[in-house]
């Protein structure tokens, strides 16, 4: 399983940004994909979850209402679009692949893209 992050970049408060996470290297119909991220000096932190097969989502409390995740299976692509956002959401932005349903914690998960950074000034 191959995953690869892409989007983040710098933007001010209050704008957007849409993080892709392409997914190859097998069938994901029974995977849940996840993103996480880590800012500075803290531990990595779950985001949102989505499960390939269907349409289940779920977030964390702090982007609920903010970010949305969504797929695209034909193009194996997970997408992050994060509105709103506030400087305390400046991080390193990771997805993860985990088999089965979705899950919050990011030791449950065995496969990780690298990281992008996503940076929001005030």
């Known amino acids: 399983v191959q995953l690869q992050a892409s989007g983040g970049g710098l933007v001010q408060a209050g704008g957007s940004l849409i993080l892709r996470c392409a997914a190859s290297?097998?069938?994901?119909?029974?995977?849940?994909i996840g993103w996480f991220r880590q800012p500075p000096g803290k531990e990595r932190e779950f985001i949102a979850s989505i499960i390939w097969s269907g349409s289940g989502t779920d977030y964390a409390d702090s982007v609920k209402g903010r970010f949305t995740i969504s797929k695209d299976s034909a193009r194996n692509t997970v997408y992050l679009q994060m509105n709103s956002l506030k400087p305390e959401d400046t991080a390193v932005y990771s997805c993860a692949a985990v088999e089965g349903s979705w899950l919050r914690i990011p030791s449950a998960y065995p496969y990780w893209g690298q990281g992008t950074q996503v940076t929001v000034s005030s």
């Open positions: 290297g097998r069938t994901f119909s029974r995977f849940s």
